[in-house]
């Protein structure tokens, strides 16, 4: 069963999904973006395994979040399809190369073109 999505601000991130992976929500789901046009929504899916409860967990950033990986070493692909796409730094991920986009991109392709 899916929680309701909790949102919890920016500098609470690593410190909360510590806190959920300490209370047994050890499978990393899925971790993706929305653009708002005023910031990225982050979004984030664990799970207990055993239980098969899960936690929906969004932040809101303007470009950068601190990295997953050491919680959740899954968490970094996503983490680099993220940035590929919508151009979100996470700080201490180690392995940023691209996923698809092998050239230079003046915009990520998934976030909003500005209004001319």
Not at 8 to 28: K, M, N, Y
Not at 52 to 74: C, F, K, N, R, W
Request: hydrophobic share 40%.
């Amino acid at each position: 069963m899916t929680q309701a999505p909790e949102r919890i601000q920016a500098r609470d991130w690593v410190e909360h999904l510590q806190s959920l992976h300490a209370r047994g929500f050890r499978w990393f789901d899925f971790l993706t973006a929305i653009d708002r046009g005023t910031g990225l929504d982050i979004v984030v899916r664990v799970v207990q395994s055993d239980t098969g409860e899960s936690a929906l967990v969004t932040t809101l950033v303007s470009d950068e979040l601190p990295s997953l990986t050491a919680i959740y070493p899954g968490a970094g692909w996503y983490e680099r399809e993220t940035h590929e796409m919508f151009g979100v730094t996470f700080v201490g991920l180690v392995d940023d190369r691209p996923l698809l986009l092998h050239g230079a991109e003046e915009q990520p392709p998934l976030r909003r073109q500005a209004a001319p």
